[in-house]
C-alpha cells in the first residue's frame, strides 16, 4: 500500500514539474496539427518575428518629423563703453526648422515599410524551414512507429518459431543447433525492436524541441502514404514562381535595397532651415524680429558614398534573386525526377514483393512441421517477410519526404 502510495505521490510531481505549455499539447498527431501548433508556438518562429517589431519601430522613427531647435541666449556689457548694443543686456530667443522639401521623409517612410514587408518574409521563409523540418520529424515518426510495429511482429514470430523448435527438439525431431539458431534470431530482431523504438523516441523529442515543451512525447497519427500523382510541371513552376518562400524573401530585399536607392539619392539634397526670433534690449528697451534661411552648400561631401553603396547592394540584391530563381527551378526538377523513381520503386515492390510476403511464413511454418524444410528455411521466411516490410515502410518514407519538399519549395506546406 505505501509502495502504490509513493508512485501516485512520484507521478504528481513529475506532471506538476512538465512546463504549463506543454500539459496542454495533444498526445497524438496529424501532420496539419502540428504545422499548426509550430506557426503559433515555436520559440524559433518567435524569435524570428522579433524582428518584424524591430522593422516597424524603424517605420516609427521614419515617418517622424524632423524636431525644431530652440536657441536662448544673454549678452551683458563686460567694461567700457556700451559699444555693442545701447542697453544694459540684450536677450535672444530663436527657432530652427528644417524644411524636407526634397521629398526626404517620403522616401524614408517607404524604404521603412519595405523594411517590415521585408522581416515579414524572412519570417515566413523561416516558418516555411520549421514547417519542412517538423514534417519530416512526423513523417520519420510515423515510419519509425510502423518499423516498431513490424519488428514487434517478427519478434513474436521468431519467438513462435522458437517455441515451435522446443517443442520438435523435446520429442527428438530437432537438434541443439537449431533452437541456439532460432534464439539468436530472437535476439537480433529484439535489437532491432528496441532501435526502431529508440528512432521513435528520438523522433518524438525533435518535435517536442521545436515547439520547445521538453516534456512533451508526441505519437504521430495517419498512415505513412504518398499523397498520389503530383501536379503538372507548368502548375508547379508557377507555385514556385509565387509561392517559393526564398524567392519572396529574395524579391522583398531586392523592393528593399531599391527603396534605398531612392532614399540615398534624396538624401544627398542639402535641407534648408528656415529660422524665426526675436531680440529685445533692457535700459532702455528695444525689440528687433528676424527671420532667416540656411542651407548646407555640398561642395565637399557630395553624399556619393551611401548611393553608391545602396546602388550596389541593389545589384546584389537582383543577382542573388537570379540565382535563387535558377536554383529553384534545377531543384524542382530534381525532386519531381527523385519522386518519379521513387513512386516507380514502390509500386514495383507493392506489386512484386510486399503482397506475397504474407504467406511466407506460414508456409515455412507448415514445410518444417512436416519436415519438408530446414530450421534455416523457416528463419530466412521469417527474415525475408521482417525485411518486406521495413523496406516498404523506407520506400514509402522516402517518396513521402520527396513530396514533402517539393510542398515546401512550391510554398504549398505553410509558414
Same mark, same amino acid.
Given at each position: 500500500?505505501?509502495?502504490?502510495?509513493?508512485?501516485?505521490?512520484?507521478?504528481?510531481?513529475?506532471?506538476?514539474?512538465?512546463?504549463?505549455?506543454?500539459?496542454?499539447?495533444?498526445?497524438?498527431?496529424?501532420?496539419?496539427?502540428?504545422?499548426?501548433?509550430?506557426?503559433?508556438?515555436?520559440?524559433?518562429?518567435?524569435?524570428?518575428?522579433?524582428?518584424?517589431?524591430?522593422?516597424?519601430?524603424?517605420?516609427?522613427?521614419?515617418?517622424?518629423?524632423?524636431?525644431?531647435?530652440?536657441?536662448?541666449?544673454?549678452?551683458?556689457?563686460?567694461?567700457?563703453?556700451?559699444?555693442?548694443?545701447?542697453?544694459?543686456?540684450?536677450?535672444?530667443?530663436?527657432?530652427?526648422?528644417?524644411?524636407?522639401?526634397?521629398?526626404?521623409?517620403?522616401?524614408?517612410? #517607404?524604404?521603412?515599410?519595405?523594411?517590415?514587408?521585408?522581416?515579414?518574409?524572412?519570417?515566413?521563409?523561416?516558418?516555411?524551414?520549421?514547417?519542412?523540418?517538423?514534417?519530416?520529424?512526423?513523417?520519420?515518426?510515423?515510419?519509425?512507429?510502423? &518499423?516498431?510495429?513490424?519488428?514487434? #511482429?517478427?519478434?513474436?514470430?521468431?519467438?513462435?518459431?522458437?517455441?515451435?523448435?522446443?517443442?520438435?527438439?523435446?520429442?527428438?525431431?530437432?537438434?541443439?543447433?537449431?533452437?541456439?539458431?532460432?534464439?539468436?534470431?530472437?535476439?537480433?530482431?529484439?535489437? &532491432?525492436?528496441?532501435?526502431?523504438?529508440?528512432?521513435?523516441?528520438?523522433?518524438?523529442?525533435?518535435?517536442?524541441?521545436?515547439?520547445?515543451?521538453?516534456?512533451?512525447?508526441?505519437?504521430?497519427?495517419?498512415?505513412?502514404?504518398?499523397?498520389?500523382?503530383?501536379?503538372?510541371?507548368?502548375?508547379?513552376?508557377?507555385?514556385?514562381?509565387?509561392?517559393?518562400?526564398?524567392?519572396?524573401?529574395?524579391?522583398?530585399? #531586392?523592393?528593399?535595397?531599391?527603396?534605398?536607392?531612392?532614399?540615398?539619392?534624396?538624401?544627398?539634397?542639402?535641407?534648408?532651415?528656415?529660422?524665426?526670433? &526675436?531680440?529685445?534690449?533692457? #535700459?532702455?528697451?528695444?525689440?528687433?524680429?528676424?527671420?532667416?534661411?540656411?542651407?548646407?552648400?555640398?561642395?565637399?561631401?557630395?553624399?556619393?558614398?551611401?548611393?553608391?553603396?545602396?546602388?550596389?547592394?541593389?545589384?546584389?540584391?537582383?543577382?542573388?534573386?537570379?540565382?535563387?530563381?535558377?536554383?529553384?527551378?534545377?531543384?524542382?526538377?530534381?525532386?519531381?525526377?527523385?519522386?518519379?523513381?521513387?513512386?516507380?520503386?514502390?509500386?514495383?515492390?507493392?506489386?512484386?514483393?510486399?503482397?506475397?510476403?504474407?504467406?511466407?511464413?506460414?508456409?515455412?511454418?507448415?514445410?518444417?512441421?512436416?519436415?519438408?524444410?530446414?530450421?534455416?528455411?523457416?528463419?530466412?521466411?521469417?527474415?525475408?517477410?521482417?525485411?518486406?516490410?521495413?523496406?516498404?515502410?523506407?520506400?514509402?518514407?522516402?517518396?513521402?519526404?520527396?513530396?514533402?519538399?517539393?510542398?515546401?519549395?512550391?510554398?504549398?506546406?505553410?509558414?
Amino acid at each position: 500500500m505505501n509502495g502504490w502510495r509513493l508512485c501516485m505521490v512520484m507521478s504528481t510531481l513529475a506532471v506538476c514539474a512538465l512546463p504549463a505549455h506543454s500539459q496542454d499539447l495533444p498526445e497524438r498527431l496529424t501532420l496539419p496539427v502540428l504545422l499548426r501548433l509550430v506557426g503559433e508556438r515555436s520559440p524559433r518562429l518567435a524569435v524570428e518575428r522579433v524582428g518584424i517589431d524591430a522593422a516597424e519601430a524603424d517605420l516609427v522613427s521614419a515617418g517622424a518629423l524632423p524636431n525644431p531647435t530652440l536657441s536662448y541666449g544673454r549678452m551683458r556689457n563686460a567694461s567700457g563703453a556700451n559699444t555693442v548694443i545701447d542697453g544694459t543686456r540684450q536677450q535672444q530667443v530663436g527657432v530652427e526648422y528644417p524644411l524636407l522639401i526634397a521629398g526626404q521623409r517620403g522616401a524614408r517612410i #517607404e524604404a521603412a515599410e519595405q523594411g517590415v514587408q521585408g522581416a515579414r518574409a524572412r519570417v515566413g521563409l523561416a516558418g516555411s524551414e520549421l514547417a519542412l523540418r517538423a514534417a519530416e520529424l512526423f513523417t520519420g515518426l510515423q515510419a519509425a512507429q510502423e &518499423r516498431s510495429a513490424a519488428l514487434a #511482429e517478427a519478434h513474436a514470430d521468431f519467438e513462435r518459431a522458437a517455441g515451435l523448435i522446443s517443442g520438435r527438439l523435446a520429442s527428438g525431431m530437432a537438434s541443439r543447433y537449431d533452437y541456439a539458431r532460432v534464439e539468436i534470431e530472437v535476439a537480433a530482431i529484439a535489437v &532491432r525492436l528496441a532501435d526502431a523504438r529508440a528512432d521513435a523516441a528520438e523522433k518524438s523529442a525533435g518535435l517536442a524541441s521545436l515547439l520547445g515543451a521538453p516534456g512533451w512525447r508526441p505519437q504521430a497519427e495517419g498512415v505513412l502514404a504518398p499523397a498520389g500523382t503530383a501536379r503538372d510541371l507548368p502548375a508547379l513552376r508557377a507555385s514556385l514562381a509565387s509561392g517559393n518562400p526564398q524567392l519572396i524573401a529574395a524579391r522583398r530585399e #531586392e523592393e528593399t535595397a531599391r527603396a534605398a536607392v531612392r532614399r540615398a539619392e534624396l538624401e544627398r539634397w542639402p535641407v534648408p532651415v528656415i529660422g524665426l526670433g &526675436r531680440t529685445w534690449t533692457s #535700459e532702455p528697451f528695444g525689440a528687433a524680429n528676424f527671420i532667416g534661411l540656411s542651407t548646407e552648400v555640398p561642395l565637399f561631401d557630395t553624399r556619393q558614398g551611401p548611393l553608391s553603396k545602396a546602388q550596389a547592394e541593389l545589384r546584389a540584391a537582383e543577382r542573388r534573386r537570379d540565382a535563387l530563381q535558377a536554383e529553384a527551378e534545377v531543384e524542382l526538377a530534381r525532386l519531381l525526377d527523385a519522386l518519379a523513381q521513387r513512386r516507380a520503386a514502390l509500386e514495383r515492390f507493392e506489386r512484386n514483393v510486399d503482397l506475397r510476403s504474407p504467406a511466407l511464413r506460414q508456409m515455412a511454418e507448415d514445410a518444417y512441421r512436416l519436415g519438408r524444410s530446414t530450421v534455416l528455411e523457416l528463419i530466412d521466411a521469417a527474415r525475408t517477410r521482417v525485411d518486406a516490410r521495413i523496406t516498404g515502410i523506407d520506400l514509402r518514407t522516402l517518396a513521402v519526404q520527396q513530396e514533402l519538399r517539393i510542398l515546401a519549395l512550391t510554398g504549398g506546406l505553410g509558414g
